[in-house]
Nanobody, 118 residues
Framework: QVQLVESGGGLVQPGGSLKLSCAAS????????MGWYRQAPGKQRELVAS???????EYAESVKGRFTISRDNAKNTVYLQMNSLKPEDTAVYYC????????????WGQGTQVTVSS
């Protein structure tokens, strides 16, 4: 059974930093692309950053230059380093495992709350 567990969320002041972690189990982690999504109240879930099995990365325009996604295959963990945080970054952040083939729709973590406020 696939399990993704996020951690590292919390309350941070504007301009501050936070690092999220997503620990995966039940999969051969290194072969999967992984992503971080976020969802604010009343808004759709959006892709924040993704990282491929070969460490290629993509970012939402709103977080470019501020967020960095990385992975440690030895620890079965994907990270999201968030710097220069803004109030509009406030959301529940979710870890996602991408599918490997057409019939695989991926898996979601339970989410971790990030609140950027004074």
């Amino acid at each position: 059974q696939v399990q993704l567990v996020e951690s590292g969320g919390g309350l941070v002041q504007p301009g501050g930093s936070l690092k999220l972690s997503c620990a995966a189990s039940g999969i051969i982690f290194k072969i999967y692309a992984m992503g971080w999504y976020r969802q604010a109240p009343g808004k759709q879930r959006e892709l924040v950053a993704s990282i491929g099995s070969t460490n290629t990365t993509e970012y939402a325009e709103s977080v470019k230059g501020r967020f960095t996604i990385s992975r440690d295959n030895a620890k079965n963990t994907v990270y999201l380093q968030m710097n220069s945080l803004k109030p509009e970054d406030t959301a529940v952040y979710y870890c996602h495992r991408d599918g490997l083939y057409g019939g695989d729709f991926g898996s979601w973590g339970q989410g971790t709350q990030v609140t950027v406020s004074s």
